[in-house]
Nanobody, 122 residues
């Protein structure tokens, strides 16, 4: 089992930056692939970014490519999402999730954090 806690959300102006963190409990963090999802009000959850267990393969949705950077630190049981050049359409609740299966399958994520709100004002 993995327990996930996100932090780092907040209110930022368009063009600004935020860094989200996701701290995981458990000694097997390095065996899990990690993903970030976001959900805007009234919209479906979007698969934003993911990294495989080794950190060697990273996925970005087209909507965030070139602006967001995902990284993981297995020694600290933490995954980060650096978000630059934020846009109002990035607004939503960001969730961290973990899977022991293939990192590119959004439906494979079994463990979820509580979410952190990101609001980008225009």
């Amino acid at each position: 089992q993995v327990q996930l806690v996100e932090s780092g959300g907040g209110l930022v102006q368009a063009g600004g930056s935020l860094r989200l963190s996701c701290a995981a409990s458990g000694r097997t963090f390095s065996s899990y692939s990690m993903g970030w999802f976001r959900q805007a009000a009234g919209k479906e959850r979007e698969f934003v970014s993911a990294v495989d267990w080794s950190g060697g393969r990273i996925y970005y949705a087209d909507s965030v490519k070139g602006r967001f950077t995902l990284s993981r630190d297995n020694a600290k049981n933490t995954v980060y999402l650096q978000m630059n050049s934020l846009k109002p359409e990035d607004t939503g609740v960001f969730y961290c999730a973990a899977t022991s299966k293939y990192y590119l399958l959004p439906n494979s994520y079994d463990y979820w954090g509580q979410g952190t709100q990101v609001t980008v004002s225009s």
